[in-house]
């Protein structure tokens, strides 16, 4: 059975790597977490060295290595500058905005709570040594789990 793989014709191997290729990009028009354009790549680059007369062991090491580089090395890069017009969602869009402290902030007691559109959070302080006070204002900095982490906001400084 292995034999009758790897005699297959070149033209066949063709077929099989550029169907593989189309199936790859439907499948990445369907998902939008850049997951399968790379293999989608390494088939075509596959079926490019299958053209030039390598054997199939050739072809799925070269699939194998262009895909695995192009999702290495450039997925972080392609992820972080197609995705920087979507709008972020629940919490992500607090980050940045003023809030009023509800109950003293303390990270060494683990106190601190806000009210923020409605629903009580559980606040901490970005530096351990802040403590903030009930009626003062925080910039959100961040969200870790259920827990705004916030820093204290002067008047005047954003």
């Not at 192009?70 to 017009?85: D, E, G, Q, S």
């Not at 607090?94 to 683990?110: A, C, H, S, W």
């Not at 925080?138 to 954003?158: D, H, M, N, Q, R």
């Amino acid at each position: 059975m292995e034999a009758d793989i790897l005699a297959l014709s070149p033209a066949m191997l063709n077929l099989i790597w550029i169907g593989l290729f189309i199936i790859l990009l439907i499948i990445e028009v369907f998902t939008v977490g850049l997951t399968t354009i790379w293999f989608a790549i390494g088939a075509l680059a596959a079926a490019g060295v299958n053209t030039l007369g390598a054997n199939l062991i050739i072809q799925v090491i070269v699939f194998l290595a262009v895909s695995i580089v192009l999702m290495i090395f450039t997925r972080p890069w392609a992820a972080k500058h197609l995705n920087k017009n979507r709008l972020r969602t629940n919490y992500e869009s607090k980050i940045g905005e003023i809030i009023k402290i509800t109950e003293r902030v303390d990270n060494l007691r683990q106190t601190g709570r806000s009210i923020v559109d409605g629903q009580e959070w559980t606040v901490r302080s970005h530096k351990d040594s802040e403590i903030l006070e009930t009626g003062d204002l925080a910039k959100i900095v961040a969200v870790s789990g259920v827990k705004l982490i916030v820093e204290k906001y002067e008047e005047g400084t954003l």
